[in-house]
């Protein structure tokens, strides 16, 4: 069965200092791996998504992320924090089955501080 | 601009209600979805709908029931039989088919708080 896992609940960072935060999946199949975005009290946004192709993929507001097969893992980066990306980041892979519903992980909440 | 509304935002209930939470969509997304969102638990599935007039249980539907009459509703109620109910709630909608990558369109949310 499919299953995320986000190293880290909490993740602080300064402003301008590299974001990282890390997602390990796993998966019988070839996967399809997103990074959602949720302000408080707001619904999740699509940051960027893997499906085929480039391994290396950027997305929205600066952020990218990069599908390891060997490490089963697709961690999401930006070169440059902003106070704006404080916000829980949710990494999410899609699952087999009937319906292909995405499994979520527990989430990463970013703090940014000055 | 399409979208998912949900409303209400914010909705207080005392225990022993039943309280729906509506969800529409104007993407034309044939399937919808409710999730339930906890504090460092992440989404949890309870229903889905792939088409008008079918529904199934996910993860965590003790509790609660929905119907979907129209291809643009997917209303959500929370029953008096759900022992936790205090919880955001987020509605969401996809284009299955061949092809799918598995990608939803979220709404804005519904905070749902028993006093």
């Known amino acids: 069965a499919q299953s995320v896992t986000q190293l880290g609940s909490h993740v602080s960072v300064s402003e301008g200092a590299l974001v990282l935060l890390r997602c390990n999946y796993s998966?019988?199949?070839?996967?399809?791996l997103f990074w959602y975005v949720q302000y408080p009290n707001q619904g999740l946004q699509l940051l960027l998504k893997?499906?085929?192709?480039?391994?290396l993929v950027k997305g929205i507001n600066g952020f990218e992320a990069e599908f390891k097969k060997s490490e089963t893992s697709f961690h999401l980066t930006k070169p440059s924090a902003h106070m704006s990306d404080a916000a829980e980041y949710f990494c999410?892979?899609?699952?087999?089955?009937?319906?292909?519903?995405?499994?979520f992980g527990a989430g990463t909440r970013l703090a940014v501080h000055p | 601009d399409g979208g998912i509304t949900q409303s209400p935002k914010y909705l207080f209930r005392k225990e022993g209600q039943n309280v729906t939470l509506s969800c529409e969509q104007n993407?034309?997304?044939?399937?919808m979805y409710w999730y339930r969102q906890d504090p460092g638990q992440g989404l949890r599935l309870i229903y889905y709908?792939?088409?008008?007039?079918?529904?199934q249980k996910g993860d965590i539907a003790e509790g609660y029931s929905v119907s979907r009459e129209k291809k643009e509703s997917f209303p959500l109620t929370v029953t008096s039989a759900q022992k936790n109910p205090t919880a955001f709630y987020l509605c969401?909608?996809?284009?299955?088919?061949?092809?799918?990558?598995?990608?939803?369109?979220f709404g804005e949310g519904s905070r749902l708080t028993v006093l």
């Open positions: 998966s019988s199949v070839p996967p399809y």
């Open positions: 709908s792939q088409i008008v007039n079918d529904f």
């Open positions: 999410a892979v899609k699952g087999t089955g009937g319906y292909n519903k995405l499994i």
């Open positions: 893997y499906t085929t192709g480039a391994t």
């Open positions: 969401a909608s996809s284009i299955p088919g061949q092809g799918y990558t598995g990608e939803l369109f």
């Open positions: 993407l034309n997304h044939d399937a």
